[in-house]
């Protein structure tokens, strides 16, 4: 079964016909001709096809397209231009925060989202108590960046970028 | 992955007829456990009825106790003021669950829905009766070491995997069901099932029927989730547990614990707890109780370490939990 739906993609209105079974990530990728989100796991494991869909972070993978008729999606791609870089694009680039810059995207982006929920007052599981303020210590960052892997291990400058970025 | 029909539903009455009409239509949530399980080919819905657009999104007040939506994402509700406040065990096992991208997406019915993470359930290639009953359990002579120790039988092990309604237990909580026959209500402990000669199962609800709201009454006492796990972020629970606690004298006046990574169902520990009411809130009756509770288990050789993990995550618990009244 096909299905018409429209999608705004940094910034860019797309109407499209899609298959029910295509996904978010497929589509922006396949379709779209958007390659910044990274199919990893394909399975919500992993985290590097990340994006900001209707301004919060969620993994593309797992995500229909046809559900998501109307919304509005931020991929890393995005954020910044090559001239003039998101604050987290620059912060990853000055602290090293990838080797091989796969999940790199889903990193940024995922890193923006968590930003927001953080200034958001969300608590996180190393809040020390769920019913106060958090506040953005590197455990907090550690924990809320948990949904994202690396397999170059590159957690440490991605922790001090995010740390950077956030001021 | 088959080809499915999608339906977005207007209203909860039509979502229910959609799917109540046709044996392979399914509600869809978040989608986070849904759409994996259709990847792995051990789902195949014909129709999915898209429900996150129901008015079932808000977290309220009511008789004295709370209202969530069935559409409440999972992040929003652990970071909901009330929830904060006055549930702090449900806000702390929502955010020991998944990551914060799939918390974002994932919904209070789904999560409550959701499947065991049994590995051969997960993989269509090995027997598995919960999958496809009459086949056998793969688990029971394989790997086994994150499965079930309480309330297991001879056809499946599986646990249930949600943290959220691990915590629900323990809160007493009451899901609100509308189906094609009407509207019901279920409590949290009658919902999940045991997996007896039917692990095929996970709950007592019918084709058709939709959660609309979970239900949370008032609770007096503190509350506290603790998550045993094989990593300290974005894994499973080996063992968890959720318990509302009140002292009152240096006495237990009331008590609620509840299992996770135990069983085929978050499992209240009902032994434990008469054991414990009215008598001394002391480290050696909450071993004594959660030994009590334990003697029920059926461990195998892998799973083994599981009664002494929960004996002394139960005394942990509790006992963080008397030194706040």
Request: glycine content about 10%; aromatic content about 4%.
């Amino acid at each position: 079964m096909e299905m018409t739906i429209t999608l705004t993609v940094d910034g860019e209105s797309h109407t499209t016909t899609v298959d029910t079974r295509v996904t978010v990530l497929d589509l922006l990728r396949e379709r779209l001709g958007v390659p910044a989100p990274k199919k990893g796991c394909d399975h919500g494991q992993c985290g590097s096809c990340t994006v900001l869909l209707d301004g919060r972070r969620v993994t593309t993978c797992l995500a229909f397209a046809v559900q998501h008729d109307g919304a509005e999606i931020v991929t890393a791609a995005g954020l910044g231009s090559a001239e003039a870089l998101h604050p987290m694009q620059q912060a990853f680039l000055d602290h090293d925060g990838f080797q091989c810059g796969y999940c790199t995207p889903g990193q940024i982006c995922s890193a923006v989202g968590m930003l927001d929920e953080l200034n958001a007052g969300w608590p996180s599981h190393a809040s020390p108590d769920v019913a106060a303020p958090p506040e953005r210590t590197p455990e907090e960052i550690r924990e809320r960046m948990s949904g994202n892997l690396c397999r170059c291990g590159a957690y440490v400058n991605i922790v001090a970028a995010i740390e950077e970025a956030a001021q | 992955m088959r080809a499915f029909e999608f339906e977005r539903a207007d209203d909860a009455h039509a979502a229910v007829a959609l799917v109540a009409q046709r044996p392979k239509a399914a509600f869809l949530g978040g989608g986070t456990n849904l759409v994996d399980h259709m990847k792995l080919g051990i789902a195949a819905p014909e129709l999915l009825v898209d429900v996150t657009r129901l008015p079932f999104d808000a977290v309220e007040e009511r008789d004295g106790g709370v209202r969530i939506g069935g559409a409440v994402r999972n992040s929003v509700l652990s970071a909901d003021p009330l929830i904060r406040e006055r549930y702090p065990v449900l806000s702390e096992a929502l955010v020991a669950g998944a990551s914060g991208q799939l918390r974002n997406l994932a919904t209070t019915a789904g999560n409550l829905l959701q499947r065991t993470r049994c590995l051969y359930f997960q993989d269509r290639t090995t027997p598995c009766n919960k999958r496809v009953p009459g086949s056998g359990c793969s688990a029971i002579p394989g790997n086994s070491r994150e499965l079930g120790i309480l309330g297991v039988s001879e056809h499946c092990i599986a646990t249930h995997p949600s943290d959220m309604a691990v915590a629900m237990a323990a809160l007493d909580a009451v899901v609100q069901v509308r189906g094609p026959a009407g509207a019901r209500e279920i409590p949290i402990g009658d919902l999940h099932r045991l997996p007896g000669d039917a692990p095929q199962r996970d709950t007592t609800l019918e084709h058709g029927e939709l959660i609309t709201a979970v239900d949370l009454p008032a609770v007096p006492g503190a509350s506290a989730y603790r998550k045993v796990r094989d990593r300290s972020s974005y894994a499973f629970a080996l063992i968890s547990v959720g318990a509302v606690l009140e002292v009152a004298a240096g006495e237990v006046a009331d008590v609620r614990i509840a299992l996770g990574g135990v069983a085929h169902k978050p499992w209240r520990a009902e032994h434990a707890e008469a054991q414990l009411r009215g008598g001394p809130a002391t480290e050696d009756a909450f071993r004594a109780a959660a030994e009590a509770e334990l003697e029920a288990a059926t461990p195998n050789d892998d799973n083994a370490f599981k009664v002494p993990l929960a004996r002394n995550t139960i005394v942990a618990v509790l006992r963080d939990l008397a030194g706040r009244s």
